[in-house]
């Protein structure tokens, strides 16, 4: 089905443009099905006089996502890594038989009490206090889960750094680090974020534009 897009790039008093989204007309979904109509929004749009008609500034946040389990870590480092499957799980095999890591083949977000103890050792060791939940997080395993396996995570979170790992090759290294940042975070206390939402009216159409401050980095300072 074919739909058509709408942006305009607005400033204020010279100052840097914001890109804004069409998103309504005379109170209802703006939806272009054709070229034609959005060349006619562009057009009753181009001449029009353009002002802020709401603000909208709320506070939001962020949790850590759980440690990896075999498909989200496949996943991640496809997205953030460019790895196949096949070579994820390779470079994981070889990470485990080396002791660097827990069994790479588990559908379980357990993690032992010894494991938890040790990550928030370690943020309270490196980071502020405000980094470290008064509590440690749990998280929920998923129905038919092998509750005995833990989550993927490294073997030492103190002690052993990617760039320690002298007898994995440098893609080792980098899937090693995925995970242990992973694992860290998770422990972690949520990112906060001021959330601001500005709309523009012109010519019976509303433009929205969204953007947000980091208050508070959170998890986030680990990844």
Same mark, same amino acid.
């Given at each position: 089905?074919?739909?058509?897009?709408? &942006?305009?790039?607005?400033?204020?008093?010279?100052?840097? %443009?914001?890109?804004?989204?069409?998103?309504?007309?005379?109170?209802?979904? #703006?939806?272009?099905? !054709?070229?034609?109509? /959005?060349?006619?929004?562009?057009?009753?749009?181009?001449?029009?006089? &353009?002002?802020?008609?709401?603000?909208? +500034?709320?506070? !939001?946040?962020?949790?850590?996502?759980? @440690? #990896?389990?075999?498909? !989200?870590?496949?996943?991640?480092?496809?997205?953030?890594?460019? #790895? %196949?499957?096949?070579?994820?799980?390779?470079?994981?095999?070889? $990470?485990?038989?080396?002791? &660097?890591?827990?069994?790479?083949? !588990?559908?379980?977000?357990?993690?032992?009490?010894?494991?938890? +103890?040790?990550?928030?050792?370690?943020?309270?060791?490196?980071? %502020?206090?405000?980094?470290?939940?008064?509590?440690?997080?749990?998280?929920?395993?998923?129905?038919?889960?092998?509750? /005995?396996?833990? /989550?993927?995570? @490294?073997?030492?979170?103190?002690? $052993?750094?990617?760039?320690? $790992?002298?007898? /994995?090759?440098?893609?080792?290294?980098?899937?090693?680090?995925?995970?242990?940042?992973?694992?860290?975070?998770?422990?972690?206390?949520?990112?906060?974020? $001021?959330?601001?939402?500005?709309?523009?009216?012109?010519?019976?159409?509303?433009?929205? +534009?969204?953007?947000?401050?980091?208050?508070?980095?959170?998890?986030?300072?680990?990844?």
């Amino acid at each position: 089905e074919e739909y058509w897009d709408l &942006h305009a790039d607005l400033s204020a008093d010279g100052q840097q %443009s914001v890109r804004f989204e069409v998103t309504r007309y005379e109170g209802a979904a #703006f939806d272009p099905k !054709t070229e034609q109509q /959005a060349a006619e929004a562009v057009e009753r749009l181009s001449g029009a006089e &353009h002002s802020v008609s709401n603000l909208e +500034a709320r506070k !939001t946040s962020s949790k850590p996502a759980a @440690p #990896f389990i075999t498909s !989200t870590l496949q996943q991640a480092a496809s997205t953030r890594l460019g #790895f %196949s499957v096949k070579k994820t799980m390779t470079l994981a095999q070889r $990470l485990y038989e080396a002791g &660097h890591i827990t069994y790479m083949r !588990t559908d379980s977000t357990n993690l032992s009490g010894e494991s938890v +103890a040790g990550c928030r050792a370690f943020i309270q060791d490196n980071f %502020s206090r405000a980094y470290l939940p008064e509590s440690p997080i749990r998280y929920g395993v998923r129905e038919g889960a092998q509750e /005995a396996h833990e /989550a993927i995570r @490294p073997s030492d979170v103190g002690g $052993l750094r990617s760039e320690s $790992l002298k007898d /994995a090759d440098r893609d080792a290294q980098r899937l090693y680090e995925l995970i242990w940042r992973q694992f860290v975070a998770c422990q972690m206390t949520p990112a906060r974020y $001021l959330s601001t939402t500005v709309t523009v009216s012109a010519a019976g159409y509303d433009m929205t +534009a969204r953007g947000r401050v980091v208050e508070f980095d959170g998890y986030t300072r680990v990844q």
